[in-house]
């Protein structure tokens, strides 16, 4: 069958009059360009400042944004620099520059006036040429206008521009800017790019103002926003922490060192306990040099920390600032963080700590306005013989028809179309074989004698415990008919065992299968070398302890992930790899099968997930967008989704057919390592490192449970069959089911919750916890329900 198409490279768009129209090519992950708030925002003095932004729908980082239109500002006390033509605007920008070099002079502002000199040397060169076209734009801001309002912002005086509140493309303070557009994905001269130019990254933190104001500046606002009143303070008090970095960062650029030291030794203990494990390697950053190469610093510097805060908060912070001409801040504010400002009440401090906490703030509401297909794919139709007494006759499909079993859920729904599924032939999916029909016609025999589960009636949980694996065991999958149990180890190897009396056997020779008559009805028995008979088969292939393993829906074949940076496909006929996967650099974290097989996902180090048919060496698509390492991946049970977790404490749902981010959800505050999909497709379950459990409705992009209990990670997640149970197995050596019928019933999802994102999550963990299981001392790494509703754990035996 065809795979799933190769994306476009080039998509046309249409940007504003004043600048030629381009061909820009889409950009995977969440683009930088996006719109926020919708508000266009006016200089504290009233003046100019105003940037322009086309708000943009969702974080589909698929599709180019329009470029932004920036207008320059004047400082007060300077003679105002009219807007110039092109042609005639070389003499008039030299004076300009003799005219604010004075001023400065004046001003005893000695180091701006050497930067200015310093960049009025290359501005002359740069005048010297033709000019560029559309460098100049309505609002008049040329290459000296646009220089003289950067000198103005890093420089204490009585003006200073606006940040781009509603608006993450560019700014008119900002490094390098001399036209009057920038680019879509810029920030700045920047380019936002997962592997940037450390340099120009950087560059940004130059020249800025004194080194001894810092504690000053930053003592202010901290008081000014610990009086302010109770509403507010909670929302102002996030501007804490993205300040904090970016003012320590710039103190170490600039080699004061002593100054970096004293400052966050000051206010380090002010930061939220959920950003200590960054603050940690921030402390580390004592001199210039460490910063090249430091990813930590990197993220802060390519990617706007996101700031959602109310209108009302908003013109207080504005007004403040103005007051005590806090340019320091204002530059910071305008430079490194996005303002998503909304209408109505400020959020309380529960509200906010409930969604802040990953390593870029929260996502921006836009993000999450993609509409998303997530509901189930119509079943295909298939005869099922109605014989309950019949055991073996699963392909004698001659049966009469004498009494028709009770319709469950599974029956239902492949009758009518549910409204919220994608179009069947969205993606190309696998057709189906014979003995996938088979494995259906078994699996909805299975299913009639489900036990319905609730919390009169718990699941009973067998656990499989790994025996002197020391520490070893590092991935754990069991076939969706529980009848293997793979394990994947510190050795590099690979595990698989047989849970039934049914021993494993591989294929006999090629010189063996030519005496065989192919026409038989056991035909599929007798290519089966006994002799190869075993409870165990170990696979050996990797180079590095293996991390993720999946079997496919039809039990034929097997994925592992390795340290090695590949993902192997294994034959569970022969036993043997048949294609290694070659495409990360670092290593593959977590890989998953599609559940129609074919398709599969691998996650890792280097930051991104990728998508990969198993007849294509090349992966299909890069999801490219999270700030750390992709733990853990899940395909959406329609196959057309896949959502990512990451140590970067962001969760994100992905478009297979497009590449597209449609989802970024922001809460935890540890490193994501589990995911699941409620079997409706319209919830889905997060675990991290902080012991809590996540609840997300999808359709509506919201948060809308939190279970807390564990007290260490939790390391897998599972909702029972019929989705009223969800199962979480942790590193505290326990496995806790949760009401999932409960956690979910009267979710809040109005007009106003989604606007706004302003949730109201429920105390009442204990109320939906329904039990708790310990074990002796295995942590908990795998979780499994059987198409009957038993619980399968797995983890391995850590003693003492």
Known sequence: MAALAEEQTEVAVKLEPEGPSTLLPPQAGDGAGEGGGGTTNIGPN?????????????????????????????????????????????????????????????????????????????????????????????????????LLSRVTASAPGPSAPDPPVSCASGSAAVSGLATGSVAPGKVGSVAVEDQPDVSAVLSAYSQQGDPTMYEEYYSGLKHFIECSLDCHRAELSQLFYPLFVHMYLELVYNQHENEAKSFFEKFHGDQECYYQDDLRVLSSLTKKEHMKGNETMLDFRTSKFVLRISRDSYQLLKRHLQEKQNNQIWNIVQEHLYIDIFDGMPRSKQQIDAMVGSLAGEAKREANKSKVFFGLLKEPEIEVPLDDEDEEGENEEGKPKKKKPKKDSIGSKSKKQDPNAPPQNRIPLPELKDSDKLDKIMNMKETTKRVRLGPDCLPSICFYTFLNAYQGLTAVDVTDDSSLIAGGFADSTVRVWSVTPKKLRSVKQAADLSLIDKESDDVLERIMDEKTASELKILYGHSGPVYGASFSPDRNYLLSSSEDGTVRLWSLQTFTCLVGYKGHNYPVWDTQFSPYGYYFVSGGHDRVARLWATDHYQPLRIFAGHLADVNCTRFHPNSNYVATGSADRTVRLWDVLNGNCVRIFTGHKGPIHSLTFSPNGRFLATGATDGRVLLWDIGHGLMVGELKGHTDTVCSLRFSRDGEILASGSMDNTVRLWDAVKAFEDVETDDFTTATGHINLPENSQELLLGTYMTKSTPVVHLHFTRRNLVLAAGAYSPQ
């Open 46 to 146: 009233g003046g100019g400042g105003n940037v322009a932004a086309a708000s943009s729908a969702g974080g589909d980082g698929g599709t180019p944004k329009p470029s932004v239109a920036v207008s320059a500002v004047a400082p007060a006390g300077a003679a105002s620099v009219p807007a110039a033509a092109p042609e005639a605007s070389a003499p008039h920008d030299r004076q300009t520059l003799l005219a604010v070099l004075q001023f400065l002079r004046q001003s005893n502002l000695r180091e701006a006036e050497e930067a200015l000199r310093r960049e009025a040397r290359l501005l002359e060169e740069a005048v010297a040429g033709s000019a560029a076209p559309g460098e100049a734009d309505s609002a008049g801001a040329e290459t000296a206008s646009a």
